[in-house]
């Protein structure tokens, strides 16, 4: 049963648009939600997250939204830089379990 | 300050072989977390340690995995005896107490292939 869901294997943008990654969630019980990024041959990092009391968060060029109702998760890249190039992991903690739940991730690719 | 190291970065093995991974966290870290992951996965929990108790060992395979945290700090994954579908990248993590346990920091995890 997969809890955290990305949908999209992968995505591929322009230099200076703006990068708009997706997830999807089933667990109510979720309370904290972050998104890790991951370059090859390294571990994956933490980037931003958001509480699940609120509906943004902004971090520079990374936007974090987040809509309960529809239990799904947003990230924007604001403008997109070819350093951005990397697999994004959606992560959710369990409320009460202190662990993480993470998505199968999204290879994003900024063309120049 | 030093990150979380893992060694060794890659490991070859035929079926049935031992193996063990060692993971070194930040200082000051008392939460050490394992994780697997398959091509095309996310990271998914083996084990969490808090100090040297393990106190989530729920997804680790006990009849073929086995793990220790001496002192609190460095940790060993073992895995005896290796079956083809252990291949994987193994992660190892740490958190401070004060993180929540939700900001976690990755080595760059051992890449093990089981011919």
């Known amino acids: 049963d997969q809890q955290v869901k990305q949908n999209s294997p992968s995505l591929s943008v322009q230099e200076g648009r703006i990068s708009i990654l997706n997830c999807d969630y089933t667990?109510?019980?979720?309370?904290?939600f972050l998104w890790y990024k991951k370059y090859p041959a390294e571990g994956p990092t933490f980037l931003i997250s958001?509480?699940?009391?609120?509906d943004k968060n902004e971090d520079g060029r990374f936007t974090v939204f987040l809509n309960k109702s529809a239990k799904h998760l947003s990230l924007h890249i604001v403008p997109s830089q070819p350093g951005d190039s990397a697999v994004y992991f959606c992560?959710?903690?369990?409320?009460?379990?202190?662990?993480?739940?993470f998505g199968q991730g999204t290879r994003l690719t900024i063309n120049p | 300050e030093a990150g979380v190291v893992q060694s060794p970065r890659y490991k070859i093995i035929e079926k049935k072989q031992p193996v063990a991974f060692w993971c070194n966290p930040i200082?000051?870290?008392?939460?050490l977390y394992w994780y697997r992951q398959n091509l095309g996965q996310g990271p998914e929990l083996l084990i969490r340690?808090?100090?040297?108790?393990?106190?989530?060992d729920s997804q680790l395979p006990k009849d073929r995995f086995s793990a220790e945290r001496l002192k609190g700090v460095d940790s060993t994954l073992k895995i005896q005896p290796a079956e083809l579908g252990d291949s994987a990248v193994y992660l190892c993590a740490s958190s401070p107490r004060e993180s929540g346990h939700e900001k976690l920091f990755f080595g760059s995890g051992t890449q093990l292939s089981v011919l």
């Open positions: 992560a959710a903690r369990i409320q009460g379990a202190q662990k993480l739940v």
């Open positions: 667990n109510s019980m979720f309370d904290y």
């Open positions: 200082s000051g870290h008392n939460t």
């Open positions: 958001i509480s699940s009391i609120k």
């Open positions: 340690y808090e100090n040297e108790e393990a106190v989530d």
